[in-house]
């Protein structure tokens, strides 16, 4: 076994246990603070049905961000779901057999990342060319951009340039997983293209990524208006009551 | 056009976005409370000595309780879809008003004591100590900000600037920096029971003056009843309507409403107040203890109803906290809310808005309109803030923003919408909400009110509206004030039951 399957093998477990372990934490932590008033933006839906199709089209189609702005929705939407298909089309690498409909979007997980690196690159355009989104950014938020197109763009290079043997890397993905190391290839590309995953996982609960759980969490999207038939009181805001 | 000390924006029609220009606001700040009026409401009457620690200490206890905070305060990508939706960053050009900055001006301190990123990387996640400059930073441009959640329609997480605002002048509040203009009105309505200080027995000689006009108006004994024990309605109104123009013609509305209807109703000399600062300044205790005189008021006088009165701030408080703080509402199974419930007509929604009892009685046939009377009047209608973004009414979706405008069609011949950007869930606020309509912020409150201006001028050049209806306090106080600076007739601001007052037959006969 090399030194270098043992480093990536240990990296990949540590970067899962951050991963699930941190947002996790901060799921218990959202779902654990209470929410004392009945904030949501109006017109809100009136029934529990209507709030999982708000926040089905918020989370879908990026509603309220389609209404704000045509091209953060247009890039934002291309990134987005352009991530999704190419993840999609990894779970390859995680199963065997491999499911039918995984085999199915294969082609179309292949072309997707380049959509979702059209996506990062006209976000990345935005942050540096719009003056009001030059000034709010912070070095993270430009880093956390480089780091998904290091992503996409190794991943394109092996996908369509540099081939890896691919059965070495699933042969590894699964060792992984069935805790039975198998050896991972030495190619400097593959490396790259792991080591940002890895970082991306590591990163993901204690930075803004946190947006994709926390849009969940947020009262002005997942409250039903019903503040006049519903009593709605905090446990620490009962006292008040006496 | 009144003279001014800074520069009027120059309407065009439409408003476009600003290039941003750092400091152009930095110098607009609101008066500092004094000890007298803090100490009032239990808070430190000067900035405390170790403001740093109890501030951050604050922002820990919000934390823990406010989940909305706390989801807001991670979630924000900085994508920039809110930075060119706040009225105040699109009049100063101020790129602190812009509702992302505002939000980080808190963010910063947040990641900077509360996240392992800002505790270990603060230069590359933006993070800053609480230092006294952000303090300063905090006091002017958290109130800067209207509270009006325009930013939260057009955020894909729905992050509510207004809760930051809410939250950072309460952290400011507890170490001893609080607002003098919202902090001098909390003291007065619980020494007085009003936001404006009018004792019991000048209320009821006002509305005794107003009685006699009415009648010498029309010729009909129209009442404005106080204190009256087991009447069926308590009217809930800002004091303002008790006798500022255009204010009061919109309680003379609500009066002969009730009275076409044979409805009897009754206002309280004890809560005579429907607006609610304590929501402003963050502080669910103040709030509670201002909502707690409703609750008291309903239940001496023994009403079956209670209405709002035309108030944006006091609607949203009323429709979406009153069932939480003092229990007008319904679905109640604690005995504290239960009282009150047993008492109240459930056939009626509980709060209902003033708006909701008159077109439901247009509905009915119950009240009869000659819309002629309002025909020298070319109407647009001024969607407020606090109604449209955090309100209902009817029941029905959208309702807040139907109802209105139905009983104007039914009260005029003449109506016609501002620019769809600018109306409805996207509506712009009158640039006074949320503690700023103070006039050490007038230059705030006039270029706020731009965006606004902008689309009513639109509207007056190609319809020649006269008249912009609207049903909140500050909005219709706010444009008082703020119409001359761009031109317009201070009185072309006035409320909907203003127009219903014009329209509505008094004669039962007829």
Redesign the interface.
């Known amino acids: 076994m090399s030194l270098l399957t043992i480093t990536f093998a240990l990296l990949f477990y540590l970067a899962t246990a951050v991963l699930i372990g941190g947002v996790a934490y ?1 799921i218990y ?2 779902s654990s ?7 949501p ?4 839906p ?1 029934t529990t049905t209507g709030v999982v199709m708000r926040m089905g089209r ?1 989370v879908v189609l ?1 509603e ?2 389609f ?3 045509k091209w ?1 929705w247009i890039f ?1 939407w291309m990134f987005h779901f352009g991530l999704l298909l190419v993840l999609l089309r990894h779970l390859r690498y995680f199963t065997q057999p491999v499911w039918g409909w995984v085999v199915l979007i294969q082609p179309f997980g292949r072309y997707a990342a380049f959509v979702m690196i059209a996506g990062l690159l006209g ?1 990345w355009a ?2 540096i060319l ?4 030059r ?7 430009h ?1 956390m951009l480089a780091l998904l197109l290091g992503i996409g763009l190794s991943g394109v290079a092996m996908s369509f340039f540099s081939h890896v043997d691919i059965i070495d890397v699933k042969m590894f993905m699964l060792g992984l997983m069935m805790f039975h190391w198998q050896e991972l290839p030495p190619e400097p590309i593959l490396l790259v293209h792991l080591s940002l995953v890895a970082l991306l996982m590591i ?1 993901f609960p ?3 990524l ?2 994709a759980p ?2 969940f ?5 997942n409250q039903v ?1 019903d ?8 446990d ?2 009962v006292h ?3 | 056009m009144a003279a001014s000390k800074f520069e009027v924006p120059e309407l065009k029609g439409y408003t476009t976005i600003p290039l941003l220009q750092k400091g152009a606001s930095a110098n607009i700040k609101s008066f500092l409370a004094n000890e007298k009026i803090q100490e009032d409401l239990g808070f430190p009457g000067e900035l405390v000595e170790d403001w740093h620690d109890k501030a951050i200490e604050k922002m820990g206890e919000l934390l823990g309780k406010y989940r909305g905070l706390r989801v807001f305060m991670d979630a924000c990508v900085h994508c920039g879809a809110c930075t060119d939706k706040c009225h105040y960053y699109l009049g100063t050009r101020d790129p602190k008003n812009m509702p992302v900055a505002r939000q980080d001006l808190m963010r910063q301190v947040y990641r900077r004591y509360f996240t392992f990123a800002g505790k270990f990387f603060p230069k590359l996640v933006g993070a800053r100590d609480l230092t006294r400059e952000v303090l300063d930073d905090w006091y002017s441009y958290y109130y800067q900000c209207s509270e009006c959640r325009r930013c939260s329609v057009y955020c894909p997480y729905g992050i509510d600037t207004a809760e930051v605002t809410m939250a950072g002048r309460e952290i400011l509040d507890s170490v001893g920096m609080g607002q003098k203009y919202t902090n001098e009105i909390l003291g007065k309505v619980h020494r007085i029971g009003n936001n404006l200080g009018l004792p019991g027995p000048a209320l009821v000689d006002t509305l005794e003056g107003l009685e006699e006009d009415i009648e010498a108006d029309t010729g009909f004994a129209v009442k404005l009843p106080i204190d009256v024990k087991g009447a069926e309605v308590l009217l809930i109104t800002p004091s303002a309507d008790f006798f500022s123009e255009p204010h009061v013609e919109s309680l003379i509305g609500y009066a002969k409403v009730f009275h076409a209807a044979g409805i009897s109703w009754t206002l309280s000399s004890m809560s005579s107040e429907a607006g609610n600062f304590g929501m402003f300044i963050g502080n669910y205790e103040q709030m509670h203890k201002v909502a707690l005189r409703i609750r008291q008021a309903a239940l001496e006088l023994g009403v079956k109803r209670i209405v709002v009165g035309e108030c944006g701030h006091a609607w949203r408080v009323a429709y979406s906290f009153w069932n939480t703080l003092i229990g007008v509402g319904a679905g109640a199974d604690d005995p504290f809310a239960k009282m009150l419930q047993k008492q109240l007509d459930p056939r009626y929604p509980q709060p209902a808005h003033i708006c909701e009892v008159t077109y439901d009685l247009l509905q009915q046939g119950a009240i009869k309109m000659d819309k002629e009377a309002n025909d020298h009047r070319i109407i647009t209608f001024h969607d407020s803030c606090n109604v449209a973004r955090g309100s209902n009414m009817g029941g029905i979706p959208g309702g807040q923003f139907i109802l209105p405008r139905e009983i104007i069609k039914s009260v005029a011949n003449h109506f016609y919408d501002m620019a769809p950007e600018t109306v409805f869930e996207g509506t712009f606020c009158c640039g006074g909400g949320g503690g700023l309509l103070t006039d050490d912020l007038m230059e705030l409150r006039v270029k706020g009110a731009m965006p606004r201006m902008n689309a009513l001028k639109s509207v007056v050049d190609t319809h020649q509206v006269n008249f912009m209806a609207t049903i909140c306090a500050i909005c219709k106080a706010q444009f008082t004030k703020v119409l001359p600076y761009y031109e317009f007739e201070m009185s072309m601001v006035g409320g909907v039951h203003q127009l219903v007052s014009s329209a509505i037959r008094l004669d039962p006969n007829k």
């Open positions: 901060k932590i959202y603070t209470p929410v004392p008033l009945k904030i933006t109006m017109p809100a009136m918020e990026f309220s961000l209404k704000s702005n953060i934002g976000l935005r942050r719009v003056d009001r989104v000034y709010i950014s912070t070095p993270s938020d880093l990163v204690i930075s803004k946190l947006h926390g849009v969490f947020s009262p002005t999207r208006d503040s006049r038939e519903v009593r709605h009181v905090a620490w805001a008040f009551d006496q």
